[in-house]
């Protein structure tokens, strides 16, 4: 019985595995491969943890296949949404497919506004410069 | 058949042929985030066989590796995002 679990289980994540290979061989642009990488891999390494809990009948192995797919779950997003706002800002290019980048506004306005911060700056510099100016006069 | 067996010529080469695939990006990449990406998920493949390896020879030390490497891992992407970040 649980020989079929663990046959299910881990053939369904290594497919889960494999899928996410294809994809990255595949994808025609960097954030679809992002998008199709880490959801695929996180799910394929969980089964096959799920089947080493499965597998050993002890209590600290499953605990700590339990450990590892936490930690998996935790920070597999993290990492993907790092190296992608990287790579957004970085100018990685679309697919020439991409309809919408809602992001480009945002970053238009932000920029503006360091635009105008910048501006800010640089009229008090310009102020207590004329204020020491006159204090030498 | 037995779960060994099925292991050996079933769960072993998917995740194999998966991991040259990757490899395949690894070089091919336009772009360095590319081959973050790629490197990530090899990683994460290799944590992958280090469990299938380990319900295979019944050693469930090899657990702790995993555990080790997919800390590895996301330290490795967190590193690359921040220094990619700041080059620019």
């Known amino acids: ?137 | 058949m037995t779960l060994d067996l099925y292991f050996d010529y079933v769960i072993f080469p998917l995740l194999t042929i998966s991991v040259v695939l990757v490899f395949y990006r690894l070089f091919k990449g336009p772009e360095v985030v590319d081959r973050v990406i790629a490197l990530d998920l090899i990683i994460t493949i290799g944590i992958g066989l280090i469990t299938a390896y380990s319900i295979r020879s019944g050693q469930a030390l090899f657990l702790d590796v995993a555990m080790i490497l997919a800390l590895i891992a996301f330290l490795g992407t967190i590193a690359f995002a921040f220094y990619l970040d700041k080059k620019k």
């Open chain 1, 1 to 137: 019985m649980t020989n079929i679990l663990i046959c299910v289980f881990s053939t369904i994540g290594a497919l889960a595995i494999l899928f996410a290979s294809i994809g990255i061989v595949r994808m025609p642009d960097f954030y679809l491969r992002l998008s199709v990488t880490v959801k695929a891999a996180t799910l394929g390494v969980g089964l096959l943890l799920a089947c080493a809990a499965f597998f050993f009948p002890d209590v600290s192995v499953t605990t700590r296949a339990m450990a590892i797919v936490f930690f998996l779950i935790l920070t597999a997003p993290v990492a993907a949404h790092m190296i992608g706002r990287t790579a957004y800002h970085s100018g990685t290019p679309t697919w020439e497919g991409t309809l919408l980048d809602e992001l480009d506004e945002d970053y238009k306005k932000q920029r503006a506004g360091l635009l105008e911060d910048a501006n800010k700056e640089a009229a008090a510099a310009a102020e207590i410069r004329r204020s020491r100016e006159a204090d030498s006069e």
